[in-house]
Nanobody, 115 residues
């Protein structure tokens, strides 16, 4: 069992930056993928960025060049650095892990981009 805890959300003006963190409750071994998803009311959850245990990253077209996913293995933590934020980035952001075929989700952190 793994618990994921997100932090770092908040209110930011357009053009600003935020860094989200996702801390796992234990070391993840083997092949895994950790992702950031986001969701707005009435919409499906969408994949924002992912990183594999091998370090391969992938991004949604809407965030390429603005968001960066990274990890700190010593802290069992994945980060999402979000720059040049737009109002359309406003959403609840969720951390997700899939390892050995099991899915884990965090409870989410809210990001609001507004002037």
């Amino acid at each position: 069992q793994v618990q994921l805890v997100e932090s770092g959300g908040g209110l930011v003006q357009p053009g600003g930056s935020l860094r989200l963190s996702c801390a796992a409750s234990r070391i993840i071994s083997g092949f895994y993928i950790m992702d950031w998803y986001r969701q707005t009311p009435g919409m499906q959850r969408e994949l924002v960025a992912s990183i594999t245990s091998g370090g391969t990253t992938n991004y949604a077209d809407s965030v390429k060049g603005r968001f960066t996913i990274s990890r700190d293995n010593a802290k069992n933590t994945v980060y999402l650095q979000m720059n040049s934020l737009k109002p359309d980035d406003t959403a609840a952001y969720y951390c997700h892990l899939i390892v050995y075929g099991v899915n884990y989700w965090g409870k989410g952190t809210l990001v609001t981009v507004s002037s």
